[in-house]
């Protein structure tokens, strides 16, 4: 299989978006979490920060490995196994796995973002 046809691929493209946002989320909250030890937040301002640096990373993991066809649904897994992956990557990282209403708001909120960059990355032309 040449490296076009790879990249072409459905499966690829969704493993390496669902990476690409992973690897980003991961990074950008950590730089939050060194930010907050000197700025004071209250636990409402850190949920909702943190929660838009996920949703931020996941829209560029989408926009740089979907391409093709069916960017509604490449983006939509993408968002639903980031957070599935990014669920169990922050509560191994917190010390602890606890399920909320939260969780199914997350999921859904990430979904919904996974499709909407899919379309936008399907139909921006390459430069």
């Known amino acids: 299989m040449n490296k076009e046809n790879i990249s072409s691929n ?67 897994v993408c968002g639903l196994l980031f957070s599935m992956l990014g669920y169990l990557t922050f509560s191994a990282l917190g010390g602890g796995f606890s399920l909320s209403w939260l969780i199914l708001v997350e999921l859904l909120v990430f979904v919904a973002v996974g499709g909407l960059m899919g379309v936008v990355a399907v139909n921006v032309k390459k430069r």
């Open 10 to 76: 459905f499966a690829f493209q969704v493993v390496k978006g669902t990476a690409v946002a992973l690897l980003a989320s991961l990074i950008s909250v950590a730089i939050y979490a060194v930010v907050l030890k000197w700025v004071p937040a209250s636990n409402l301002v850190v949920t909702i920060v943190t929660q838009v640096l996920k949703s931020v990373a996941l829209a560029v993991g989408v926009l740089l490995s979907v391409r093709g066809e069916k960017g509604l649904i490449k983006g939509c």
